[in-house]
């Protein structure tokens, strides 16, 4: 097999956005628009990725700038499609396959993109394109083959004579072409055209025109090429994208009470049996175990949970949930929480920075932020760990196997809780509390008989 390129093109304006942010870096429920492309590529085992930028190039930039595997070139000026492709020229070698496809197409699948590939090959052809057939022909170029069935020409719609306009199947901008004979059509663009601008669609016509044979794949799933142009756009790829989620968690054994209501990121992975109620979000690479029930109203964030969980109506973002743990309501699990098995964390109850041991109890109307806390915890309603100093220093909290913190106490870090120690009720802890200890800091009380007369 030929060294495998990808070049995407994500460099326009996307004008009927109506934004200040770049085409491809909306959002599709939880990933950019140029995420899933640059995924799919991946996917496909495509592992060398040039991205075309040009609006708000820095932006998109910055966006990709983790991913080792993508190299960002500059289109200074948008002059058309072609013109977006032959800023990676240098890129290419004679050797390649150069698959193009645009940047704004989230629904590609990797499936696809191999099959695509494999398809020039068995072949033999010099180029191949992708072609649909949809339910409503859109106003795309209509695909014109010759008697063997390889691509002929494409017409654009607005060119189409009558016979021509009777043609259901459609370019829809997915490309493939060897590298030494990409390279050699770039000097045989023009731009002498209404928009002036240099189309990729004359490449195809250039390798055929020189004697070339370039193949047309006609896809199977349409849905896949949906391009976003709008925010109408969008919302239709991101309610495709939600269905096709949805319906493969459920194909492994995750019972969706309402999967109209229930939106999962393409990433998240679910253990058989488990219950996800309306109203929840589960977004990034979230891993929730078997067993266990979401929802309603949750929302977890790059999360893992363990099996036989319950999360009710509540917040967890960037944190690990062990197995037997029970979560609200209206818990907020702040990130690197990480929640040992047999814990409860219950209603108003927030977490940050912290290690909470097996069998704790944290209940109800709680701060716990920047702590370690040991196993059979009890922590009562009303407490805080006040973790920051007149510095706006953090400082960590320790409390022991054991402990019993008793309500509306405040613990001042840095301050340890020795093992079996009780911190009396309304307590202020400043000093660190013995092993077996009972601690008290509260003023007495003071009774002023007859005051109120």
């Known amino acids: 097999m030929s060294n495998l390129k990808s070049i995407i093109l994500a460099g326009g304006k996307g004008t009927r956005m109506k934004s200040e942010l770049p085409k491809v870096l909306h959002k599709v429920y939880d990933r950019c628009i140029i995420d899933y492309v640059c995924d799919a590529c991946n996917n496909a085992n495509i592992n060398d990725l040039y991205v075309i930028v040009g609006h708000k190039a820095e932006m998109v930039k910055e966006h990709l700038a983790s991913r080792k595997n993508v190299t960002c070139v500059l289109q200074k000026e948008q002059l058309g499609t072609g013109h977006a492709v032959m800023q990676a020229k240098d890129y290419i070698n004679d050797d390649d396959l150069v698959l193009v496809v645009n940047g704004d197409t989230p629904l590609i699948s990797p499936y696809t993109i191999k099959s695509f590939v494999s398809f020039l090959e068995m072949g033999n052809y010099d180029a191949a394109l992708v072609s649909a057939v949809f339910d ?22 607005k060119d189409c004579n009558e016979e021509e306009l ?17 390279k050699e059509s770039f000097s045989k663009l023009d731009n002498n055209n209404a928009q002036k601008e240099y189309y990729i669609t004359d490449i195809p016509y250039h390798i055929i025109h020189d004697g070339g044979k370039v193949g047309v794949y006609m896809i199977q799933d349409p849905d896949e090429t949906q391009g976003i142009n709008s925010r109408s756009d969008l919302s239709i790829v991101t309610k495709t994208l939600l269905e096709q989620t949805r319906k493969l968690h459920m194909d492994n054994g995750v019972t969706l009470i309402d999967p109209s209501n229930t939106y999962i990121s393409l990433d998240a992975k679910i253990g058989k049996d488990t219950i996800i109620y309306p109203g929840t979000n589960i977004q ?30 509540s917040k967890i973002d960037s944190s690990t949930i062990a197995s037997n743990v029970k979560i609200g309501p209206f818990a907020n699990i702040r990130p690197n929480s990480n929640i040992s098995s047999n814990t409860k964390v219950g209603s108003f109850a927030e977490t940050k920075n912290v290690n909470v041991g097996e069998n704790t109890k944290i ?68 000093d660190d509390v013995p092993q077996n200890s009972l601690a008290i800091a509260r003023q007495k009380q003071i009774i002023k008989e007859d005051y109120n007369k």
Request: proline share 3%.
């Open 363 to 430: 209940p109800h109307l709680i701060y716990v932020g920047d702590a370690d806390i040991g196993n059979n915890v009890e922590i009562a309603c009303g407490v805080i760990t006040a973790n920051m100093n007149i510095n706006w220093q953090k400082n960590r909290t320790v409390i022991k196997d054991n402990a019993f913190i008793g309500c509306n106490s405040s613990l001042l870090a840095p301050v340890t809780i020795e093992e079996n120690a009780i911190v009396a009720a309304g307590s202020t802890i400043t």
């Open 166 to 182: 009777k043609i259901e199947e459609v370019n829809i901008g997915l490309y493939c072409f060897k590298g030494k004979l990409l």
């Open 284 to 313: 990034g690479k979230t891993i929730i175990g078997q067993n266990c029930v979401i929802g309603p109203n949750s929302n977890i964030i790059s999360s893992t949970i363990g099996d036989n969980t319950i999360v009710e109506l």
């Open 136 to 157: 409503k022909t859109p106003a795309y170029g209509r695909i014109i083959r010759d008697c063997a069935g390889n691509l002929s020409k494409i017409v654009e719609q």
